[in-house]
């Protein structure tokens, strides 16, 4: 069986243009199936350790309205230190 549990990341870019020492993080997704099992937390902790060892200062989190709003995704996000930040589904952490 092939793994389905992924977080993809990349550096962020905004009407063209690289914003400096930023990163994106546009998707995570663990297979239902396997959800509540710490998945989604290693594999966010992975990436934000990447993410920071590859020296970007700030990271961008994006989700649909509906996911970010959702309080466990939402309370699930805020334990791995992002916040909101009032723009849409936006979320973010600082390092």
């Known amino acids: 069986m ?10 962020c870019i905004e009407d063209g243009v690289t914003i400096e020492k930023t990163a994106l993080i ?17 594999l966010m902790i992975s990436a934000l350790e990447e993410i920071k060892s590859e020296g970007f200062e700030k ?3 994006w ?6 709003h959702n309080t466990c995704l939402s309370s699930f996000y805020e334990s791995l230190g992002f916040e909101e930040t009032g723009v849409g589904a936006e979320m973010e952490i600082i390092f």
């Open 2 to 11: 092939t793994d389905l549990n992924y977080c993809s990341w990349s550096k």
């Open 26 to 42: 546009s998707k995570l997704f663990v297979d239902e199936t396997m959800r509540g099992n710490g998945i989604g937390r290693e």
């Open 59 to 61: 990271v961008i989190l």
């Open 63 to 68: 989700a649909e309205d509906t996911e970010i």
